[in-house]
């Protein structure tokens, strides 16, 4: 059962943001800004936001909630897309993925799609992506982190709270990325 200062869970939080993937929104053209934080004229409004996806699996129970197995090694992953949708309406969607597993045994596995339909107001070319791709996810993040600790409470475990994602670094390491990718390929 992980517990939020557990050695495990800070090695996994580590994990997060190597494993997440993100990417321009669909539908705008990619581009770099410098200013990847909001000002007080930017803002993003929340239409809705919704469940899409939501699995958990207990595998092995009740061998897993009778005996004391010991603290699992708690692997999570994040990504982020984005794609417009309406004029200017974006659908976001937050996977969050845990995987919960001691000695090879599976404890738990939990897959949730969360996702919410936002416009960004004030915003103007290269200044979307950021707004889309950080804030969007950074105002869907508490209601997914939620979902996963009550399953996995009601699964029979300790609630598993997913530390904070740094959307921010996660925007960056990926631009990175995507840049890397776009040099690796051959002219034609």
Excluded: C, W
């Amino acid at each position: 059962m992980a517990k939020k200062d557990s050695p495990a869970q800070n090695e996994t939080a580590a994990k997060t943001e190597a494993d997440t993937s993100t990417g321009a929104p669909k539908g705008v053209p990619k581009g770099e800004s410098a200013n990847t934080q909001p000002t007080s004229d930017r803002q993003l409004v929340v239409h809705a936001q919704y469940v899409k996806d939501f699995s958990f699996e207990n595998p092995n129970a009740p061998k897993v909630l009778a005996e004391n197995l010991g603290q699992p090694d708690v692997e999570i992953s994040v990504s982020v897309e984005a794609k417009l949708i309406g004029e200017n309406q974006f659908e976001v969607v937050l996977n969050l993925g845990a995987k919960a597993v001691v000695a090879e045994t599976p404890m738990f596995l939990v897959d949730l799609t969360y996702a919410g339909l936002v416009s960004p107001q004030g915003v103007t070319g290269d200044d979307i992506n950021p707004l889309i791709m950080i804030e969007a996810p950074r105002l869907l993040f508490p209601f997914a982190r939620a979902l996963i600790s009550d399953a996995t409470r009601d699964g029979g475990f300790m609630p598993l709270n997913i530390q904070p994602v740094d959307f921010v670094a996660v925007y960056k390491h990926n631009l990175e990325r995507q840049a890397a990718a776009a040099a690796e390929k051959p002219a034609n």
